[in-house]
């Protein structure tokens, strides 16, 4: 049973601590926050709450003696250097994506990681699910793809904010906020795990007042085809995403959380249609929590470390990617001076 430890008392934390305990490999331990009222409210709803550490000064909490891990969901541009003070102190550390501001931070951290010989994860939580890896299945070897359109945007309510001339974090270049940040990765990861990192790559976004972007069009280039995608937080996205293959389509109700794929095939001129359903998790983070323990409690196992090195240079190739798009629609983060 791994001891675990969080920073950020919002609702993703809520999330992943859930699907931890389910998970049955990990137990809360320690919680982090500038007032220990709210680290106490938000352990409350967990077992043992009585017992558990509490702590307000970041240098303390990362050298509790009986964590294991700790998991950071804080605003984008702290993560670097709550990340690095836990990976000095000999902790593994989860980080919610994206876990860095530039490719610079990302690859000092993994080289951190390794000297201390801990782990260094970024909760891209949807490629770690069953339909992901189905997909992946279903591209495999296939040298007949000819595209692919896939799509996340969603509304946040802290537009609002924003309406009214106000500059909330998620949408702040100072904590390194944004739609290409928030939900553009989650297609990025899905485009360069299942096609590879792109020859060429682009993005046209629509500035917001902050500085940063609401919404925009990737378009990854490759050999033979193009792959399109769309992301935002200022409007509301229905379309499915769909992947174009010489004699079928194969479409997705969703990219971030695949829960139905249906394969429309064409054969001897008619249409076959092959579905696969997943049931609902109680919780889409219980997968990639047990992928993590998984990691953490085999560290010889040469099966499960070939995995963690390829989700550490998919990570890679995520972050390069969406720096160059940032940089590309001139974005620029307090982090990049």
């Known amino acids: 049973m791994l001891n675990l430890g969080i920073i950020g008392t919002n609702w993703i934390t809520h999330e992943f601590v859930s ?7 990990y137990q809360l331990k320690a919680v982090y926050s500038r007032q220990v009222e709210k680290a106490e409210e938000f352990a409350s709803r967990y077992p ?23 998991y950071i969901a804080s605003p984008n541009s702290l993560h670097y250097e709550q990340a690095k003070g ?8 989860i980080v919610e994506k994206p876990a860095v501001s530039t490719l610079e931070e990302l690859e000092e951290l993994i080289d951190l990681a390794e000297e201390k010989e801990v782990f260094y994860f970024e909760a891209a939580r949807h490629i770690h699910e069953e339909n992901f890896e ?6 495999k070897n296939r040298e007949d793809i000819l595209g692919a359109n896939l799509n996340f945007m969603k509304y946040s309510s802290r537009y609002d904010a924003v309406l009214k001339g106000e500059e909330p974090n998620i949408f702040s270049p100072k904590f390194s906020g944004g739609a290409l940040m928030d939900l553009g990765v989650y297609l990025i990861y899905a485009a360069i795990s299942w096609f590879g990192k792109p ?9 917001l007042p902050t500085g940063v972007d609401g919404l925009g069009t990737m378009i990854f280039r490759y050999d033979g085809f193009d792959v399109t995608m769309m992301t935002g ?9 769909e992947i174009y293959l010489g004699d079928s389509t194969i479409c997705l109700d969703a990219v971030n959380s695949i829960q139905e794929i249906k394969v429309k095939k064409r054969d001897k001129g008619q249409l076959i249609e092959l579905s696969y359903a997943e049931e609902s998790l109680d ?22 470390q070939k995995q963690y090195q390829d989700w550490i240079q998919l990570a890679k190739d995520v972050h390069s990617v969406m720096e160059s798009l940032r940089k590309q629609a001139g974005i620029v983060f307090d982090a990049d001076k």
């Not at 919780?283 to 499960?304: G, L, R, W």
């Open 19 to 25: 699907a931890a305990i389910k998970s049955e490999e």
């Open 48 to 70: 043992n709450s009585e017992e558990m550490m509490y702590s307000t000064d970041l240098v303390d909490f990362f050298h509790l003696d009986d964590l294991d891990v700790i």
């Open 86 to 93: 836990a990976i000095e102190a000999g902790k593994h550390v």
């Open 134 to 139: 189905r997909v992946a299945l279903l591209l």
């Open 199 to 207: 020859k060429e790559s682009f993005y046209f976004d629509q500035k």
């Open 233 to 241: 937080k200022n409007a509301d996205n229905y379309l499915p995403s």
């Open 283 to 304: 919780n889409p983070m219980i997968e990639e929590a047990i992928a993590f323990s998984k990691v953490i409690n085999n560290p010889m196992n040469v099966k499960e």
